[in-house]
């Protein structure tokens, strides 16, 4: 069965520091998709990125980077000199390909606090 | 504006009532899927429908149905509501397997 576990409940940076989210998923399905969402104060939730099971190059967006690695089970997300703009829930999901309804299975989300 | 469209945006009722949900997805997506977001639950999946057919349940109650219709809209009715069926609920639209789910603003249902 598919699991997502986010460990880390909550997390509370100084403004400027680099701060990592954590994500370990399983899944016994070869082809599969990660995905990392942002859900601000507001309450929506906002797509940050896609990768798919074959794609295990590290991905860079402006402050934001994503770390996979296959080995471990993981796809972590690191935010680099943080902003107070950057305090939310983030959750991380993974979808499997055999799945016929390709649903997402969210992780429980870590609440993020940068205190400026 | 993600192009998913929910409403209403809030909704306040009373236990035992019905209500419906109301999602548009984003143009030219023909699949859509509802999430319930619950403080104790986390993120849930409940229905998903593609091209109007229901095609996967999940955590879905049996007081709670779904439908899309020919325009691809769909409806979340939740009926006999329950103190714990509070929740913001999500819709989600996508076009392609595995593709980015784009999330409407979602409901926030308080049952009092």
């Known amino acids: 069965a598919q699991k997502v576990t986010q460990a880390q409940t909550e997390i509370s940076v100084v403004e400027k520091e680099d701060v990592t989210l954590d994500c370990v998923y399983e899944?016994?399905?070869?082809?599969?998709?990660l995905f990392w969402y942002k859900q601000p104060p507001s309450g929506e939730l906002v797509f940050l990125i896609r990768?798919?099971?074959?794609?295990?190059q590290n991905e860079i967006s402006g402050r934001y980077s994503w770390n996979f690695q296959k080995s471990t089970s993981s796809f972590n997300f690191t935010i680099t000199a943080s902003q107070v703009v950057d305090s939310a829930v983030y959750f991380c999901?993974?979808?499997?390909?055999?799945?016929?309804?390709?649903?997402?299975?969210f992780g429980t989300g870590t609440r993020l606090t940068v205190i400026p | 504006d993600s192009g998913v469209t929910q409403t209403p945006k809030h909704l306040i009722t009373a236990t035992g009532q019905r209500v419906t949900l109301r999602c548009s997805p984003r143009?030219?997506?023909?699949?859509v899927y509802w999430y319930q977001q619950s403080l104790d639950q986390g993120l849930q999946f409940l229905i998903q429908?593609?091209?109007?057919?229901?095609?996967a349940k999940g955590n879905i109650l049996e007081r709670f149905s779904a439908q899309q219709f020919p325009d691809l809209h769909s409806e979340l009715n939740l009926s006999s509501l329950e103190l714990g069926d509070s929740a913001l609920y999500f819709c989600?639209?996508?076009?392609?397997?595995?593709?980015?789910?784009?999330f409407g603003s979602g409901t926030r249902l308080t049952v009092v």
């Open positions: 429908y593609y091209n109007g057919e229901e095609r």
């Open positions: 999901a993974l979808s499997e390909a055999q799945d016929g309804a390709n649903n997402l299975f």
């Open positions: 989600a639209s996508r076009n392609r397997v595995g593709y980015g789910y784009t």
């Open positions: 143009s030219g997506d023909l699949s």
């Open positions: 990768r798919n099971s074959f794609d295990e």
């Open positions: 899944t016994r399905d070869t082809t599969y998709y």
